[in-house]
C-alpha cells in the first residue's frame, strides 16, 4: 500500500540520503510484533502514520500503536545489524535515495560508516 515515510534518524549514516526529508511510497507494508521493540532497536525510518491518514487517506493499523517500523539497527554482540524492509515493489530499485539508503545501511553493518546503535527508546527518540 501507499504510506508515508518519516525519517526517525535523520543523523545516522544510513538515512543520510532523505536529506532529513520524509516521502511517501508505494511498497508492501509489514507488520512487525514482538520482539519489536523501539527498546531493542534504533528505528531510523518509520510510517508516519498520522500524515499517512491526512494524505492518504488511510484508515486503520492493525497495531494499537501505529508503530511501523521500516528500517532500523542495532549491535549483535561485537557487530551491526542493519534492516529495512523497503524492496517489495520493483520500482524501489530504480529510487535513488532508497537505493543509497541501502547501500549506505550495508556499509554501516560492515563497519565501514560510524553511527549509533543505542536503541531509540533510551536515546529519548
Do not use: C
Request: zero cysteines; proline letters at 5%.
Amino acid at each position: 500500500g501507499r504510506v508515508w515515510v518519516k525519517i526517525d534518524d535523520s543523523k545516522h549514516p544510513a538515512t543520510a540520503a532523505f536529506k532529513g526529508q520524509g516521502f511517501d511510497i508505494s511498497d508492501e507494508i509489514y507488520t512487525f510484533k514482538a520482539p519489536y521493540s523501539r527498546e531493542n532497536l534504533r528505528i531510523l525510518a518509520s510510517v508516519d502514520w498520522p500524515v499517512s491518514v491526512e494524505k492518504l487517506k488511510l484508515k486503520n493499523g492493525n497495531r494499537e500503536d501505529n508503530d511501523y517500523a521500516l528500517a532500523w539497527v542495532r549491535s549483535y554482540g561485537q557487530g551491526r545489524v542493519f534492516y529495512s524492509a523497503f524492496g517489495h515493489n520493483h520500482a524501489i530499485f530504480w529510487n535513488t535515495p532508497l537505493l543509497q539508503h541501502m547501500l549506505d545501511g550495508i556499509q554501516f553493518a560492515l563497519g565501514d560508516l560510524p553511527g549509533e546503535t543505542q536503541p531509540s527508546a533510551k536515546a529519548g527518540q
